[in-house]
């Protein structure tokens, strides 16, 4: 079992920084991918970065550029450091976390964290 809490979210205005956080704790050796999805309103959740524990990023092509992920593995935290930040990046972020163990894949989410982006 693997336990995901989320911080940092929060209101800010266009063009406005945020620093989402998540901190893991339990089976985190198990652990391939850790990532960062977000659902707005009325959409699907949707994958917005995730970073593997060689440090190999990907990210969803409306945020590459702005939203950078990190971790650290010494701390078992995650990071999204989201700049430039646009109204539609408005959604309920969730951390998320991958693993296979004996072949089984197992998904991991925390609590998510609201991000609102508004003048």
């Known amino acids: 079992q693997v336990q995901l809490v989320e911080s940092g979210g929060g209101l800010v205005q266009p063009g406005g920084s945020l620093r989402l956080s998540c901190a893991a704790s339990g089976s985190i050796f198990d652990i391939n991918v850790m990532g960062w999805y977000r659902q707005a309103p009325g959409k699907e959740r949707e994958l917005v970065a995730g970073?593997?524990?060689?440090?190999?990023?990907n990210y969803a092509d409306s945020v590459k550029g702005r939203f950078t992920i990190s971790r650290d593995n010494a701390k078992n935290l995650v990071y999204l450091q989201m700049n430039s930040l646009k109204p539609e990046d408005t959604a309920v972020y969730y951390c998320?976390?991958?693993?296979?163990?004996?072949?089984?894949?197992?998904?991991?989410w925390g609590q998510g964290t609201q991000v609102t982006v508004s003048s």
């Open positions: 970073i593997t524990g060689g440090g190999r990023t």
């Open positions: 998320n976390a991958f693993s296979v163990v004996f072949g089984k894949e197992y998904n991991y």
